[in-house]
């Protein structure tokens, strides 16, 4: 009987080994959207700002200068800002008469943007959208 509680502990840890790389990816990219959601807003601030004092602006689709423009005005510790925390590009986008600023989210492919950031289930990546955007005032 004494040994009851430690089996069922041991049995606990083996089911927590068999989804812990999976809930772990998912807290991560849970804080990823929240840190790009962020940085989205931050670069369409800047562009709001730069057409504001009539300064140069990347043009929409041109992913260089939009990075150029990024590297310039926005600044991340020991990473690219021009790039997402998954490492895809951020891109700039005419949609209408507005801009908008693009994250690709975790699966890296261009779908349509959700009003809020929730990151896929896991076996499920391209079930759904999962982009982050912003619109520049």
């Given at each position: 009987?004494?040994?009851m509680p430690?089996v069922?502990v041991?049995?606990g ?15 991560l ?32 689709g ?9 590297r310039e ?7 690219d800002?021009?790039?997402d ?5 951020y891109?700039?986008?005419q ?16 779908e349509?943007?959700p009003?809020?950031f ?12 999962d ?7």
């Amino acid at each position: 009987m004494r040994l009851m509680p430690l089996v069922l502990v041991a049995s606990g840890l083996a089911g927590v080994a068999k989804t812990a790389p999976a809930t772990t990816e998912r807290v991560l990219n849970t804080f990823r959207g929240i840190a790009v959601q962020h940085e989205v807003a931050s670069i369409a601030h800047a562009i709001e700002l730069a057409r504001t004092l009539s300064q140069s602006t990347p043009p929409p689709g041109d992913a260089d200068r939009l990075a150029v423009f990024i590297r310039e005005n926005m600044s991340a510790k020991s990473r690219d800002p021009a790039l997402d925390l998954w490492g895809t590009p951020y891109r700039l986008e005419q949609q209408g008469s507005g801009l908008v600023v693009v994250s690709c989210g975790p699966n890296g492919s261009r779908e349509v943007c959700p009003t809020d950031f929730t990151p896929p289930e896991p076996g499920t990546e391209a079930a759904g959208p999962d982009d982050v955007c912003e619109v520049v005032p």
